[in-house]
């Protein structure tokens, strides 16, 4: 991008072609999913211009675990539908939490739940080395009603198993992974079931804790946190308060949304801002 002193006006192509324009609008994205062009260019340009670039970090992003049962793959590809995680501070409260789905991947986690959380992740992992994440695979119930609920299916089937009686409440890769967290015998039934042993199993039904201890990278991620300083940015029109003709839009700035169509709908938006902006601004710059 070409700047004067006071004023953005044109453009060199990677040819080194110059072409002078009225207005410039940055509109080339972060750096998350590059094969698409997203490079990060436009953070050196925006600089150059005397933007501030807030630090840039993933985010709807997967996170990574060592847990030994990630790297022994023990649920990898397991989905769990509609589970509420949460993204637990020092102090063990929930700093969000969000109800979808996610699946165990041989890194960690991922899924929509996870990309919700992600972003809070990295923030917490600036507070602490490693962070919890908390799953609760039957949100809409409470644990003492799920305890009494589960513990009625059992006594009124004391012959069979507890795999057998307990399989149509989850996927039994998961079931048999908190049986064997808790020492339960699959093939064990209601009368030989230890009360607090399986008191353990419903809390771990509840609130199942992964320590995660990063990210992948800012390209694997959907979405760029952090960028062009929005203090710097006209609001009502996108324009730079650096320099005259200069303006912005999407993911450049330090703006970001959840996917499923919140960060797009920001780019449009501002878009849509940034372009009657700029170019009324060309107009009237030629009408001088």
Known sequence: VLYNEEKAFGIVTGSGEEIAAG??????????????????????WAEKAGHTITELFPT???????????????????????????????????????????????????????????QFVVK???????????????????EEQLFQRMHKELKDAPKK???????????ERYLLFLFERNKIDPSETFSSLSKDRFRAFVKDCKEFTV??????SLDKAFVTGGGVSVKEIDPKKMASKK??????????????????????????????????????????????
Not at 23 to 29: D, L
Not at 126 to 136: A, M, S
Not at 162 to 168: A, E, G, M, T
Not at 262 to 274: D, E, F, K, P
Request: with cysteine.
């Open 161 to 171: 198993s507890l795999k057998n009686v307990l399989k149509p409440w989850m996927q």
């Open 211 to 216: 320590n995660v201890n990063g990210t992948l």
């Open 60 to 118: 709807e992003v997967p996170v990574t675990s060592d847990e030994p049962f990630i790297n022994q793959k023990t649920l990898q590809g397991l989905s769990l539908r509609n589970v509420a995680l949460s993204v637990l501070n020092k102090k063990g409260k929930p700093v969000i939490t969000h109800q979808m789905d996610m699946i165990f991947t041989h890194f960690g986690l991922s899924g929509p739940a996870v990309l919700r959380c992600s």
């Open 124 to 142: 917490e992992l600036k507070k602490q080395e490693k962070v919890r994440l908390k799953i609760d695979l039957f949100p809409d119930i409470h």
């Open 23 to 44: 207005s410039v609008v940055i509109a080339v994205g972060g750096k998350s999913v590059p094969h698409t062009g997203s490079t990060g260019d436009g953070y050196e």
């Open 243 to 288: 320099k005259e003709g200069l303006y912005f839009c999407g993911e450049i700035l330090d703006i970001h949304g959840y996917t499923g169509g919140y960060n797009i709908t920001s780019a449009l938006v501002t878009g849509r801002l940034a372009g009657l902006n700029a170019g009324e601004f060309s107009l009237c710059r030629r009408k001088k």
